[in-house]
């Protein structure tokens, strides 16, 4: 896969996992006051790894070309920890 199709790939995920990170908010707003505070939490941890993705994101699209192959496997797992939390949170939230 080329560099361009690449990102764009990791930006459409990155998309989705937005939407399903603003389910989990409306859900949170909508719970009592000691489930909020859980949901907080979980919800603070996605946005973290959702930041650090984006970061990656960041140094992918202005990466030379011999630094981009070093700099696609921390992107990689900064995906991975992000959809591993995600997928934690919902489990949590239903």
Do not use: P, T, V
């Not at 996992?17 to 907080?40: H, S």
């Not at 970061?55 to 981009?68: R, T, V």
Request: charged share 40%; hydrophobic share 40%; aromatic share 8%.
């Amino acid at each position: 896969m080329n560099r361009d199709a690449y990102l764009e790939k990791f930006k459409a995920q990155l998309d989705e996992w937005n939407a399903e990170l603003d389910k989990l908010e409306a859900q949170a707003r909508g719970a009592n006051a000691d489930m909020k505070i859980k949901y907080d939490e979980q919800i603070a941890k996605l946005r973290e790894r959702r930041d650090e993705a984006r970061e990656k994101i960041a140094e992918l699209q202005s990466a030379s070309e011999s630094a981009w192959e070093s700099l696609k496997h921390g992107a990689e797992e900064a995906w991975s920890r992000f959809k591993d939390a995600l997928i934690a949170a919902k489990a949590k939230f239903e």
